[in-house]
C-alpha cells in the first residue's frame, strides 16, 4: 500500500467526507478561536489546521510471522495553529511571554498490521478513542505507559479544560524503512485517520465558528522508523483539519473508506 502526501490525504478524506469535487488547490475549512476562554485576554485567532507533535507507546502482538494487532497510546502536544502557509498569531505555547496555554491531546486506540515480501507494514485502525484538553498554565506533565494498552498518565497541575472528543472512523499508514526518504530513520512512513469530534460546553467557548462546529477531524502525519515487534516508543508530527459529517452517515463513512482503500497511502516525501 503507497502512501499520499499528508495534504493530499488530509483533502481526500475531506473530499471524501464533504461530497465536494477533488481539486489540488483545495483549501481546508477555516475555524475561530476565542483564546479569551482561557487567558482572560482578547485574542482571536482564525486558522485551517492544527499542527505538533506526538508520543506514542504501541504493543504489537504477533498472530503470523507477517500479520498481528496493535495497540497504541498516544500525547499529542499542539504547537501552532496555521492558516495556509502562515503561522497565526496566538498565545497557544506563549513561552516567552507571562500568559500562555498549552493544547493536547490522548487517544487510545487499536489495529492490525501486515509486513509484506518488500519489508512495508501496513496498518489499518479497527477502534479508537481521543480526548482534546487545554492546559491553562501549561503545567501538566505526562509519563509514558508500560504498553500501548495504557493511557498516557496525565498530571495537570491548575485543573485543565476539557474541549471535546471523539472515536476513530477510519486509518491507516504505511511503514517502509527500505524507501530512499528513509534517511537515519526518520521520514521512514506515515498515517492518515478521521474522527468525529463533539465539543464539551467549555470548548464551545474556545472554538467559536463555526456554529455548530465541525464534528469531523481529519489527522495526517509521519513517523520515524521503529521496530515491528514488542513495544516501542514512536515519535513524529502531525496536522488536524477539521470538517463536517455528511448524512447518512453509513453511507458516508463506507464511500469514505473505500475511497481511501482504492486511492491507497503514499509515502510521504521529504
Given at each position: ?15 471524501a ?8 488547490a483545495?483549501?481546508f ?11 482572560g ?6 486558522a485551517?489546521?492544527?499542527t ?11 498472530v ?16 501552532q495553529?496555521f ?21 493536547y ?10 509486513t509484506?515480501?518488500?519489508l ?8 479508537g ?5 487545554v ?7 505526562f509519563?509514558?505507559p ?14 485543565d479544560?476539557k474541549v ?28 492518515g485517520?478521521n ?9 464551545a ?28 516508543t514512536i515519535?513524529?508530527?502531525m496536522?488536524?483539519?477539521f ?18 482503500l482504492?486511492?491507497?497511502?503514499r509515502?510521504?516525501?521529504?
Amino acid at each position: 500500500m503507497k502512501l499520499l502526501t499528508t495534504k493530499n490525504l488530509a483533502a481526500a478524506t475531506l473530499t471524501a467526507a464533504m461530497g465536494m469535487a477533488s481539486t489540488s488547490a483545495m483549501a481546508f475549512p477555516l475555524f475561530t478561536v476565542d483564546e479569551s476562554s482561557v487567558e482572560g485576554n482578547v485574542n482571536t485567532v482564525i486558522a485551517d489546521r492544527i499542527t505538533g507533535g506526538y508520543t506514542e507507546v504501541v504493543t504489537f502482538e504477533a498472530v503470523t510471522a507477517a500479520t498481528g494487532n496493535f495497540f497504541t497510546s498516544i500525547i499529542f502536544n499542539a504547537g501552532q495553529f496555521f492558516n495556509g502557509a502562515n503561522s497565526q498569531g496566538t498565545l497557544l505555547n506563549n513561552i516567552f511571554g507571562t500568559i500562555g496555554y498549552a493544547l493536547y491531546a490522548t487517544f487510545l486506540g487499536e489495529g492490525t498490521y501486515v509486513t509484506n515480501a518488500d519489508l512495508t507494514t501496513d496498518f489499518v485502525f479497527t477502534g479508537g478513542t481521543f480526548d482534546l484538553f487545554v492546559d491553562p498554565d501549561r503545567d501538566t506533565t505526562f509519563a509514558g505507559p508500560a504498553d500501548g494498552k495504557t493511557a498516557y498518565g496525565v498530571t495537570p497541575g491548575v485543573a485543565d479544560l476539557k474541549v471535546g472528543s471523539g472515536s476513530i472512523i477510519f486509518g491507516n499508514g504505511t511503514l517502509d524503512p527500505t524507501s530512499a526518504t528513509c534517511i537515519n530513520g526518520v521520514n521512514c512512513g506515515s498515517f492518515g485517520t478521521n474522527t468525529d469530534f463533539q465539543l464539551t460546553a467549555f470548548g464551545a467557548t474556545y472554538f467559536v465558528d463555526p456554529i455548530p462546529f465541525y464534528n469531523l477531524t481529519f489527522e495526517s502525519g509521519q513517523f520515524l522508523n521503529f521496530t515491528v515487534a514488542g513495544t516501542q516508543t514512536i515519535s513524529g508530527s502531525m496536522d488536524v483539519v477539521f470538517g463536517t459529517k455528511s448524512v447518512p452517515e453509513p453511507t458516508t463513512v463506507a464511500l469514505m473508506g473505500l475511497g481511501l482503500l482504492g486511492l491507497g497511502l503514499r509515502r510521504r516525501k521529504a
